[in-house]
């Protein structure tokens, strides 16, 4: 009995060893395609680290990479959201200047994280044209969130520029998926 257990215990482990080996070229596959969409953008490091972490990716076409990258800078929006709640609670910001500019970047992060969502139902339409116009406006709302405040930098500043960059990335690779039909 120990014999027959021992050797299936041996055929299941050559069986997980070939599933690995067959995933291995798909895993490859998608990561020399993340890195050549990322190439034509131009935050090319930070586009590849948000689109390898997010398992979406593996295996992607163009199009399911655009959708990727749009809801990671959604995903974004919404963190910032978060991070605002939590910075109201925080003393060393109750100035009324301050506390006003985080209200009106909360509004406005609110604005960008439905304007990103209507970007992801846009690209699913094959409505590209309206990826770009959502997007844009997603952006404009970071940039009415950094003005908010009066003074540079913001206590937002560095989450408003990754959020910039996440939703220029999702431009970029929406108009390659474009471009090249998917």
Same mark, same amino acid.
């Given at each position: 009995?120990?014999?027959?257990? @021992?050797?299936? /215990?041996? +055929?299941y *482990?050559?069986?997980?060893?070939?599933?690995?080996?067959? %995933?291995?070229?798909?895993? !490859?596959?998608?990561?020399?395609?993340?890195?050549?969409?990322?190439a034509?953008?131009?935050?090319?490091?930070?586009?590849?680290?948000?689109?390898?972490?997010?398992?979406?990716?593996?295996? @992607?076409?163009? /199009?399911? +990479?655009? *959708?990727?990258?749009?809801?990671?800078?959604?995903?974004? %929006?919404?963190?910032?959201? !978060?991070?605002?709640?939590?910075?109201?609670?925080?003393?060393?910001?109750?100035?009324?200047?301050?506390?006003?500019?985080?209200?009106?970047?909360?509004?406005?992060?609110?604005?960008?994280?439905?304007?990103?969502?209507?970007?992801?139902?846009?690209?699913?339409?094959?409505?590209?044209?309206?990826?770009?116009?959502?997007?844009?406006?997603?952006?404009?709302?970071?940039r009415?969130?950094?003005?908010?405040?009066?003074?540079?930098?913001?206590?937002?500043?560095?989450?408003?520029?990754?959020?910039?960059?996440?939703?220029?990335?999702?431009?970029?690779?929406s108009?390659?998926?474009?471009?090249?039909?998917?």
């Amino acid at each position: 009995m120990k014999f027959v257990s @021992a050797i299936l /215990l041996v +055929l299941y *482990l050559c069986m997980a060893v070939q599933r690995l080996d067959a %995933a291995r070229p798909a895993k !490859e596959e998608g990561l020399r395609m993340i890195e050549h969409m990322c190439a034509q953008t131009d935050y090319k490091d930070l586009c590849i680290t948000s689109l390898t972490s997010d398992p979406n990716s593996f295996p @992607a076409d163009k /199009l399911g +990479l655009a *959708l990727v990258a749009l809801r990671l800078a959604s995903s974004n %929006a919404s963190d910032i959201s !978060e991070s605002i709640k939590v910075m109201f609670n925080d003393t060393s910001l109750n100035e009324p200047a301050v506390q006003q500019g985080l209200f009106d970047c909360l509004d406005a992060y609110l604005n960008a994280s439905q304007q990103l969502d209507a970007s992801i139902a846009a690209i699913i339409a094959k409505a590209y044209g309206d990826v770009e116009k959502w997007v844009n406006a997603a952006i404009a709302d970071a940039r009415t969130c950094e003005a908010s405040f009066g003074t540079k930098p913001t206590v937002l500043t560095p989450k408003n520029e990754v959020f910039i960059k996440l939703c220029e990335i999702a431009m970029s690779i929406s108009k390659i998926a474009e471009g090249e039909g998917n």
